[in-house]
């Protein structure tokens, strides 16, 4: 079992950057993928990226990519989310969640989530 809760998320302007953190609880923390989705209002959720069990590949969503990077610290039971150059429509909560490596990222763990809001 493990338990995922996210911070980091707030107000930024367009062309800002912001980091989120999802910390877990759990011994099992680092055998699982660590991935990143969001839903903004009135649309599904959707993925933004996801980073393997020891970090060595990370796959990311087309709208993201370059701009996001997602790392983690097995020592801290942390994954974090770099996000620059944003944009309006990256205006979402975003979920942290864990699970086994696949393309298309399937988890099993999901966070709470944090607002993320980018003015214009």
């Known amino acids: 079992q493990v338990q995922l809760v996210e911070s980091g998320g707030g107000l930024v302007q367009a062309g800002g950057s912001l980091r989120l953190s999802c910390a877990a609880s759990g011994r099992t923390f680092s055998i699982y993928a660590m991935g990143w989705f969001r839903q903004a209002p009135g649309k599904e959720r959707e993925f933004v990226g996801v980073i393997k069990w020891n970090g060595a590949t990370t796959y990311y969503a087309d709208p993201v990519k370059g701009r996001f990077t997602i790392s983690r610290d097995n020592a801290k039971n942390t994954v974090y989310l770099q996000m620059n150059s944003l944009k309006p429509e990256d205006t979402a909560v975003y979920y942290c969640?864990?699970?086994?490596?696949?393309?298309?990222?399937?988890?099993?763990?999901w966070g709470q989530g944090t607002q993320v809001t980018v003015s214009s």
């Open positions: 969640a864990a699970g086994w490596y696949n393309i298309p990222f399937d988890p099993d763990y």
